[in-house]
């Protein structure tokens, strides 16, 4: 594995361990040639996927661009990083047992709210406003109203926890 700060070949694994569950062996390595450390992950692939994006190109499906976009709605939440990776990886078996190598990134978007809807309110508000970019303010009431019915919501208080922040659509002047 080529070293990501100086691009010398001759990195070494310093550890290796399972994690999420035996689902994936991450590796600590370090440069001899720099003395940079970073950490691996291998995991198993079932196929190769593709993700068809709104305007119709093609990219190769990267399982850390989910991950990081994960964890920006989940950012500084009471959710483990552990279950962000199961539900990471919950996401992932999901795109690939759906039979197709090409996925529109609209499918994507839409496994991300559902697994966030039931792991944490604030954190699918925060994803579906960027998601659904809350073209109109009915968007916006239609997700608050989601979560209003959602298992992790009592008494149907549907105030935005503190930290949302919402780009609420201007209103019309009259
Ligand atoms: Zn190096």
Redesign the pocket.
């Known amino acids: 594995m080529r070293?990501p700060?100086?691009?010398?070949e001759n990195?070494q694994v310093k550890d290796s361990r399972p994690t999420e569950e035996n689902a994936a062996i991450r590796r600590r390595r370090v440069?001899p040639?720099?003395?940079?450390r970073f950490t691996t992950f291998e995991r198993v692939q079932l196929r190769e996927l593709t993700v068809i994006k709104r305007a119709g190109r093609r990219v190769v499906f990267d399982r850390d661009k989910l991950s990081r976009s994960v964890e920006i709605a989940l950012r500084k939440r009471p959710v483990e990083p552990d279950r962000i990776e199961r539900m990471v990886s919950g996401i992932v078996r999901q795109l690939e047992s759906m039979g197709e190598s090409e996925i529109p990134s609209s499918a994507i978007g839409q496994l991300v709210m559902e697994a966030l809807r039931g792991l944490d309110p604030v954190a699918y508000v925060r994803f579906a406003s960027v998601y659904r970019d809350f073209r109109e303010a009915a968007d916006f009431h239609e997700v608050l109203g989601e979560i209003a019915h959602g298992p992790m919501t009592e008494g149907g208080d549907a105030e935005p926890a503190s930290g949302v922040r919402l780009r609420m659509p201007a209103e019309p002047e009259h």
């Open positions: 070293c700060y100086c691009s010398s990195t440069c040639d720099c003395g940079g």
